[in-house]
């Protein structure tokens, strides 16, 4: 068992480019979560899927971010037009079903200059 | 408001002594996790704990529904417990997903 896998580790925009996260969950879970991580807010919510299916996006900003779930075993994150302060640690987590435990990946840190 | 409330910010603490965080929840709670992780580092699950008592090693997960709070004990603190432990909280109303505590920032010196 891998664990819930991430890429790319580190992605580095430059302002008003487009990034591109990629998130594997564990095999046979059911809820997929995307999650941000930054020293100011601290860990938020962004979206998350269950069976594929988008449930909850009540933490994804308006504009410019978008999240999908093609098959059970990958999720992307996109972030059109990155800012500075799109900067952050992404974070991807899975569980068996939503409301299990979560497992987290190891994150992708994005730099936007 | 803020629906998870951790204490304390920061601890130090001498090699071998004995530790307890807390995490107050605003609201009633679904489920409930603590998480570790070191600078930089990955977060990793140390309870999945909605109610009851749970041990690993030297750590002890209590969640107490009615009171709204659960708490993180560590045993015999060691240097390699240095880093930042974080609750979070699922609740009915707002699904699944998972809501962070501040973190606690632990430092055991040697």
Request: proline letters at 5%.
């Amino acid at each position: 068992n891998a664990g819930v896998i991430q890429t790319p580790r580190h992605k580095v925009t430059g302002k008003g480019q487009e990034a591109t996260l990629w998130c594997e969950p564990i095999s046979g879970h059911s809820a997929v979560f995307w999650y941000r991580q930054t020293i100011v807010q601290g860990l938020e919510f962004l979206t998350y899927f269950r069976n594929q299916a988008p449930i909850d996006d009540s933490g994804m900003p308006k504009e410019r971010f978008s999240a999908q779930m093609p098959n059970q075993s990958h999720s992307t994150l996109k972030i059109q037009s990155t800012q500075p302060q799109d900067s952050a640690v992404y974070l991807c987590a899975s569980s068996l079903d939503p409301d299990y435990e979560q497992y987290f990946g190891p994150g992708t840190r994005l730099t936007v200059l | 408001g803020q629906q998870v409330q951790q204490s304390p910010a920061s601890l130090v603490l001498q090699e071998g002594e004995n530790a307890e965080l807390q995490c107050n929840f605003s609201t009633s709670l679904n489920s409930m996790q603590w998480f570790y992780q070191r600078p930089g580092g990955s977060l990793v699950s140390l309870f999945y704990n909605p109610s009851g008592t749970k041990q690993s090693g030297r750590l002890t997960s209590t969640t107490v529904i009615k009171e709204r709070r659960s708490s993180l004990h560590i045993s015999s603190s060691q240097t390699t417990d240095s880093g930042t432990y974080l609750c979070a909280m699922a609740t009915n109303s707002a699904g699944n997903k998972l809501t962070f505590g501040i973190g606690t920032r632990v430092l055991v010196r040697p």
